[in-house]
């Protein structure tokens, strides 16, 4: 393929087959590490110890990626998308090595987080990838394709981490990564051809730093709730009172900056507004279902943590059906017509998880994850791409990367709020020590805060404006 963006800052010869083979690789490597850990984390702590810490083998990986997303977005705006992938993937290989030979609980916290800073530049880069070399109209159907590769990775994840686990190898969940990112950043450098013209653009390393400090402290804040301490706590106030602080000098420095590592006029322009608070939407749904469904069904019907989790995979595979029709029905209907179609079903099934939450089923569950995941296929692929055309090549970076910073902001915040929500019903135990009514109670109030979400998600797209669909862009 052959193709100049309208401002002539960049000009791509990519064949485009072998660049998205390489783009879904990187992205399913970045979705199996987020979740791999969960069924080998007993025989980590048995080598290692540190069962109370434990947690942050996942919260220090989303640490790394959510605070770095926006940072890596804009500076593939300034130097391109091709090396700022290439430098995800080689902190990602360089975490994954240094995981393999974590000799104790701390160090092996600490590398994660090292793999959350390359999966901070591989995510948004990816999608922004997806957007620069396919038109409007092809770009649902390669959405539907990454979302197919989360769709599998939230279950080839927690079952690789187990096979790996009952070998008795548990190093081995990262050692295979070695062999996967060589070849991933083989093909996209043999296949990805990218020449930028640079100009006199610089780069905001003032805005970045404070930037990369407030959001550390918030999410920081927000990780550590309720799980390292208490809500209301010294520590918990002391991270958000120093998020903010840091947010209100970022805004003076932004002011005075001349490329700002994250302009001010991405809260300003009403699109691109709503699709950000759509995405945040989109993480804390997804957060609370992946969450909690498990724990319903495992809790209220003592099923098999597989059929649990087979229930569970009826949102993944919604997800990916709806996404690869999205594009043919978002230039018939336009972006927010077909994201509004995208929430009712979101909301329809959240309200038939309410409904049933005292009268648990496996079928009715895993239909109703089914209509949430078709949902979510016409709401965050549509509005996605429409933040994403409604700039210059030299601004989509920034506008994908505040996109996905939402999302794992939501996921974020979604585990701190629902979590809180149900142990506030559940108290103390494990799922197979508490009883039915408790998990049945405390399920429900988590599938009416998902449902509250969804409304709200639902008014943040009908505030999105009416544009027409260009599908030549």
């Known amino acids: 393929m052959s193709a100049t963006t309208p401002d002539t800052a960049v000009g791509f010869r990519s064949e485009r087959g072998p660049v998205l083979i390489s783009v879904m690789l990187c992205t399913g490597l970045v979705a199996v590490d987020a979740t791999v850990l969960a069924t080998a984390v007993p025989s980590i702590v048995d080598e290692l110890g540190g069962f109370q810490q434990f947690p942050w083998l996942f919260s220090a990986y989303l640490l790394g990626q959510a605070v770095t997303t926006p940072i890596y977005a804009k500076l593939s705006d300034v130097f391109g998308r091709k090396p700022i992938l290439l430098l995800g993937i080689a902190l990602f290989l360089l975490g994954s090595i240094l995981c393999a030979v974590a000799w104790n609980m701390f160090a092996l916290i600490v590398f994660r987080a090292v793999q959350g800073l390359g999966a901070g530049a591989v995510q948004p880069t ?11 109209a092809e770009r649902a159907r390669v959405q539907g394709y990454l979302a197919s590769v989360w769709a599998v990775s939230s279950v080839v994840g927690p079952l690789l981490g187990g096979v790996f686990a009952q070998l008795g190898i548990w190093r081995g969940v990262f050692l295979i990564n070695i062999p996967l990112c060589l070849l991933a950043a083989w093909m996209f450098n043999r296949h990805f051809d990218e020449t930028v013209t640079h ?3 610089s780069v905001d390393t003032l805005g970045a730093v404070v ?8 999410v920081l804040g927000v990780l550590g709730g309720g799980q390292s301490w208490a809500w209301g706590s010294v520590p918990s106030i002391s991270c958000f009172a120093s998020g903010i602080v840091l947010l209100a000098v970022f805004v003076v420095v932004e002011r005075r900056a001349a490329e700002p590592v994250l302009p001010l006029w ?3 322009r009403r699109l691109l507004c709503a699709t950000t608070v759509v995405g945040f939407g989109v993480g804390a749904i997804l957060m609370g279902l992946t969450s909690y469904v498990p724990t319903y069904l495992e809790g209220a019907l003592r099923v098999s943590p597989i059929t649990a989790g087979l229930a569970l995979a009826a949102l993944t595979l919604g997800w990916p059906a709806t996404a690869a029709i999205a594009g043919r029905l978002y230039l018939r209907w336009g972006f927010r017509s077909t994201a509004l179609a995208g929430a ?3 909301i329809t099934g959240s309200s038939l998880l309410v409904a049933v939450a005292h009268r648990p089923d496996v079928a009715v569950v895993a239909s109703a994850c089914l209509v949430i995941g078709a949902g979510m296929g016409l709401l965050a692929v ?3 791409i429409a933040a994403q055309s409604s700039v210059e090549w030299d601004e989509r970076g920034v506008v994908t990367g505040n996109n996905m910073f939402a999302r794992s902001l939501g996921s974020a915040v979604g585990v701190a709020i629902f979590g809180a929500i149900a142990n506030s019903i559940f108290g103390p135990g494990d799922v197979h020590s508490i009883g039915p009514a408790a998990i049945q109670a405390g399920s429900a109030a988590v599938f ?3 449902l509250v979400v969804a409304v709200a998600t639902a008014i943040a797209v009908v505030a999105m404006p009416r544009t027409r669909v260009q599908p030549a862009d």
């Open 199 to 201: 100009g006199h653009r």
């Open 211 to 218: 930037l990369g400090g407030a959001l550390t402290a918030l």
């Open 448 to 450: 009416t805060g998902v």
């Open 126 to 136: 990816a999608m922004t990838i997806v957007g620069d070399i396919y038109t409007l």
């Open 382 to 384: 549509p509005t996605l």
């Open 344 to 346: 009712a079903l979101v």
């Open 266 to 268: 991405v809260f300003s």
